[in-house]
């Protein structure tokens, strides 16, 4: 699927750009089958509340994913983002992620996340989270002390601890070592489950099968790893993002992604690399150059807590007027301070040969966040019926052209948990469907090229240099031209669809293996976070253009869409825009019918 990134209202200079085609994967031949009311694909923070939530209204629940103790969520170190402390106030908490997103976020959603956070940490809290809810941390673009955190800088990892404890607890099925590979339409162009595959032990060989459902949440978000430097594990590969752009939904802002300042800097090291929390400077670390001076004296009334954006920007100024890296100087801090209030971050320097107590740490931006994804509601409804977006994967209008600090895992929490009731009330209000396809389920998606895992590594190094911190248009045409050329996986036409016999052994099956998908999503993200990068004439929140260093009077979003013989990128009008309907829909109904 090729297609063109098109011009904005007022002349985005993308016009007439051709893009690369959108690879499908290769052939795929199907070798089992599961059945559940609602899937869903991702054991973070936002895909477990969700399994959770719909379960406890009796739904048949099946989570699917390739590592359940894995993912981003373990690692997040900062905190949940919630007006709780003396003085502050949710319309303190929305103004300031409005201020970060930079004219972009959906006011209204800004409102309703910020209120809903407080109750969603009292939840998280209520089913056993260790969450220290006095001390609270100050972050880059918060106002006030408002983030909640958990053994200082391991929130994530307690907040994943509770959940799988809630999750073991619970009826929801789960299939562990396994990926999604693409989403089963009916007739009527709605979701009606997925096509997935269970890893081997040899952690590449795919055998895959299909799991029809009611509605599928895709909760797997992330791609980090499309760049050569990232915080994101080996597994953001922009699944849910690929899945959902071959799947035709439409898609929003994909060219914000949120760069973190400080990811520990290692010349020879590339892909997934430590972060340092942003809360150290919180607690009075400071960006140094080489020369040992302020990197953001003078430069933005926060200094050292601007949002990430603006600092990614500073440093990224520095580092290509010659310097390798920055620093971070947390000496002044202390022993105490650094090996009892940040001990992940002291480990993970420690390991890498740098003592934070005594020497400064070697600091560069690295890919962290995707602000934007698939366009999605609160609710998680997508403009697909039967698919729903939490997450990473999601863009809801909280987060517009930048993510505030911590706003993260409280928005995967929220936003998990409200979808996770929506399928569960909508299926207990309707008649369960029977065991089996829904109507016309069993057309498998159209089978493609792929891209051969043997391009990955100059791909990511492309995209830092062409789409990293700071970007323009020359650069996004020849990384569309790199694009273009990328090496096919090889392909063939769809065979027809065998399914076992009851009873049958699974076995391996002709069809891509696990590099084979991830190149070929990191692809499909590549090509809409850099079309979208070149549509977008303006520098805005995480976007920066060096050619066009302004923004522009209207805010506008940027929507991309593929069908089957083109990929479209558009400027649409300003925030505030609904979300659309379409609740999860039963054989035969269309969008925004009940189950």
Known sequence: MSGRAGRGPDGADGADVRLPAIRRLPVIEPRWERDADVVV??????????????????????????????????LAQGGLAAAVGPGDTAARHARDTRVAGAGLCDPDVVAALAAAAPAEISRLAGIGARLDRTALRLEGGHSRRRIVHSGDDATGAEVHRV??????????????????????????GAARGLLAAT??????????????????????????????????????????????????????????????????WDAAASGQRPLITEALRGAGAVLLDTAGRPVMA????????????????????????????????????GRDALERGFPT??????????DPVTQPIPVAPGAHYACGGIRAGLDGRTTVPGLYAIGEVASTGVHGANRLASNSVTEALITGHRTGNLLGHSLAAGARPRAGTPRGARSLPPAGTGVSAAGRGALALAMSLHAGVIRDRDGLERLLTTLERAPDAGGAESPPVQYLKTGEAPQPARGPDLETVRATNLHTVSVLVAGAALARAESRGCHRRRDAPGARARAHHTLARCDEARLG???????????????????????????
């Open 41 to 74: 694909a991702g054991s973070g923070a936002a895909g477990i509340a969700a399994a959770l939530a719909a379960a406890a209204h009796g739904g048949r629940v099946l989570l699917l994913t390739e590592d359940l103790g894995g993912g981003a969520t373990p």
């Open 569 to 595: 990128v558009w400027l649409d009008a300003a925030p505030g825009r609904p979300a659309v309907a379409g609740a999860v829909t039963g054989a035969g109904a269309r969008c925004g019918a009940a189950p």
């Open 345 to 354: 971050v002291t480990a993970a320097c420690r390991r890498h040969g740098i």
């Open 199 to 264: 890893i081997a032990a040899d952690g590449t060989t795919l055998t895959a099968g299909t799991i029809t459902a009611r509605a599928v949440v895709l909760a797997a978000g992330g791609f980090g790893q499309a760049f050569a430097t990232t915080t994101n594990p080996a597994g953001a590969t922009g699944d849910g993002l690929a899945i959902a752009a071959r799947a035709g939904a439409e898609l929003r802002d994909p060219e914000f992604v949120q760069f973190h300042p400080t990811v520990l």
């Open 163 to 188: 959940l799988r404890r809630a999750l073991g607890a619970s009826p929801v099925g789960i299939l562990d070592g396994a990926v999604a590979l693409d989403l089963l339409l009916d007739d009527d």
């Open 298 to 333: 003078g430069r933005h009334p926060l200094g050292d807590l601007a949002p990430r954006d603006v600092v990614s920007a500073v440093m990224q100024e520095r580092l290509d007027a010659g310097d390798r890296h920055l620093w971070l100087d947390a000496t002044a801090l």
